[in-house]
């Protein structure tokens, strides 16, 4: 506490600090005033002055909350996958310094789609992407004299903005810090399954006391992302193979010596980078997005990156993935890992890590011919160099050897060669459903359907009537109240970018998941799904409905039929019981939701002329301008 008193004892004058900048007549005649500030200014901050001259690199990343000097929280962040990232910050910076550079950083923090589940918070989250890529470069280019920058971060909307400001930077040396992943407890849930206390106990499945016990324990550790490979852990993988980060820095778990040791490797990674001339354009190229997409498929990552790389691309000013590209991946490429939440043996996130991480993925993606080997990374080498190195490396072998060790688990049963794979009954991850409802495409993550309703040839098939619902917190509370049953199809409507920024609707799919009659029931959404999508769920119906899309005509009673082929990912989703479906008015009850922020109805028309969702909701500069001739 300050003494009241003490506030009135206000100085006027310092002495300043002592010495004198390291200027030269050359300096003074030919730079610009605006670095001969910045001098003055970091000698102003406390940098010895004699040392401020020298190679400066910027340290940006997502960080949240406030802690004291022994770690206790003086205020709260967001989420723990920032809380924890200032400390990686500081070892980056450090180890810069200890090298004879001068860094800088700066934050950007961002939210918790978690924490914003079925409330109105959700309807700025994809928005709030675009929006902290764009802060994010103008912190960048406001700092004229930086060399290169370092990005940290962690989660679902910081990770992918920090990547798209990142792959903006086409001429400086860039690089990403992954800030890991949060411990599972030792007994309780995950933190994906215990987001549906509420569902279950209102079927009675849970007590009061399960449900409190169950949801203080569930953040075991306090950074990082959350112990599933949703859509935080599958941008952190993604970093990982488009070859923006040292190799094995993905999903370590946070905290811990070894994540101190990325941001490290990372720092010495980038005096490197700028000293070799390289530049982000020699590591962001179409073979490292189509690279990124591989493992995407291998790892049966999160349908939310289907809008992330592609936004990656275009801040790249690469070719956007399309429909089609997907489509070709994921033919191509078995799903090889077993992690949370695609099951069968549902591993938390740290044993994949332990398991060998993205190097080993991408392993076994060489084995198959499928990887583009030739991709540079930030330590200055290529994929093909890097996975020769780890195949055979003592961190790889001991890190194994921790797994069996620790959690009595096979590496290779966490992540498999092919044939292995196969026969554990791993099957692809997303294919995009076509039909009457979705003519612009859709998405489904076939991996998640439970196994008990798909046939025995590997096609699940699903037909039953329409519960239409314009709003999520009707839905939920139809889930909650029993007015869903099995057999039921679940349709969601006005929840894309122009209903509510595309909201992510994970209240539905897991409750869907953890109920036992959810198996039996499917739903259709023009919204999005968390990475933790599971079951028959159909998100990214296109058109959305308030676009005129069909399935705005949508009305109870309507019989739907679904069918999905999880071996050659075909599938379609059509209204079948009305044969005028095609010239059925739209309902009259389509609208934005009410509470829909003006600054998301901006994002939702920059998008929507932009390319809309198939185009990773960017901003096309030109084609918005073009639009405003």
Excluded at 15 to 42: C, K, Y
Excluded at 183 to 199: C, F, H, R, Y
Excluded at 358 to 383: A, F, S, Y
Excluded at 583 to 598: G, H, I
Aim: glycine fraction near 12%; include cysteine.
């Amino acid at each position: 506490m300050i003494n009241s008193d003490d506030i009135y004892d206000v100085a006027t004058k310092a002495a300043g600090p002592v010495g004198e900048l390291p200027l030269t007549e050359e300096m003074l005649r030919d730079r610009p005033s605006g670095d001969l500030f910045g001098l003055s200014m970091n000698a102003g901050m406390g940098w010895e002055p004699s040392k401020v001259v020298g190679r400066e690199f910027l340290v940006l990343s997502t960080l949240g909350g406030m802690r004291g000097e022994d770690g206790k929280p003086i205020a709260l962040g967001y989420h723990t996958g920032h809380w924890e990232v200032g400390l990686q910050v500081r070892e980056c910076a450090e180890e810069l310094a200890l090298r004879g550079a001068i860094p800088f950083a700066g934050f950007v923090s961002d939210p918790c789609d978690g924490r914003s589940q079925g409330t109105t918070g959700m309807f700025d989250s994809l928005p709030y992407r675009n929006d902290a890529a764009i802060v994010l470069r103008r912190l960048i280019r406001s700092l004229p004299t930086r060399r290169g920058v370092i990005g940290v971060a962690t989660c679902d909307k910081g990770l992918p903005a920090m990547l798209m400001a990142i792959a903006g930077m086409r001429d400086l040396p860039c690089a990403i810090v992954p800030g890991g992943v949060t411990l599972p407890p030792e007994n309780g849930e995950d933190a994906g399954k215990v987001q549906t206390i509420g569902a279950r106990f209102s079927h009675g499945l849970i007590t009061l006391k399960e449900a409190a016990e169950a949801g203080c324990r569930a953040c075991a550790t306090p950074g990082g992302g959350c112990q599933f490979f949703g859509t935080a852990a599958t941008a952190q993988a993604v970093s990982e193979a488009l070859g923006l980060t040292v190799p094995h820095a993905a999903l370590a778990p946070s905290g811990q010596k070894i994540w101190f040791d990325i941001a490290t490797r990372t720092a010495n990674a980038m005096l490197a980078l700028d000293a070799n001339g390289v530049k982000g354009r020699d590591i962001l190229t179409d073979k490292s997005i189509e690279n990124a997409m591989l493992v995407h498929a291998a790892c049966g990552g999160s349908t939310n990156l289907l809008l992330h790389i592609p936004a990656i691309a275009h801040a790249a000013k690469l070719k956007r993935p399309s429909v089609d590209d997907w489509i070709r991946v994921n033919r191509s490429v078995p799903r090889l890992v077993d992690v949370l939440p695609n099951g069968p043996n549902d591993h938390p996130t740290v044993r994949m890590y332990l398991a060998g991480g993205v190097p080993e993925v991408m392993l076994h993606l060489r084995n198959l011919g499928l990887l583009h080997l030739d991709c540079l990374t930030v330590n200055g080498k290529t994929i093909g160099e890097n996975l020769a190195e780890w195949e055979t490396s003592e961190r790889r072998e001991k890190l194994r050897q921790v797994l069996r060790d620790k959690d009595g688990v096979d590496p290779d049963d966490v992540i498999s060669d092919p044939e292995h794979a196969r026969k554990k009954g791993l099957t692809s991850t997303v294919c995009f459903p076509m039909g009457n409802l979705a003519p612009e495409g859709s998405v489904i993550k076939a991996t998640s359907i439970h196994p008990s309703v798909v046939g025995e040839d590997g096609v699940y098939r699903k037909t039953g009537p329409a519960k239409v619902f314009t709003s999520e917190r009707d839905a939920i509370a139809a889930i909650k109240g029993g007015k869903i049953v099995a057999g039921d199809v679940i349709v969601l409507t006005c929840r894309g970018p122009l209903g509510t920024g595309m909201e992510e609707t994970y209240q539905l799919t897991s409750a869907l998941k953890f109920l036992p009659f959810g198996k039996e029931v499917a739903l259709i959404t023009d919204a999005r799904f968390s990475g933790v999508s599971t079951g028959a769920c159909i998100g990214h119906i296109g058109p959305e409905a308030l676009a005129g899309g069909p399935i705005g005509k949508v009305r109870d009673g309507d019989t739907i039929e679904i069918i999905v082929d999880r071996v050659n990912l075909t599938a379609s989703v059509n209204l079948i019981s009305d044969p005028d479906f095609a010239t059925r008015p739209l309902r009259d009850d389509l609208a934005p939701d009410p509470q829909l922020p003006d600054d998301t109805r901006l994002w939702a028309a920059l998008v929507t002329a932009s390319g809309g969702l198939w185009g990773g909701c960017v901003y096309d500069t030109e084609s918005i301008l073009a639009k405003l001739k």
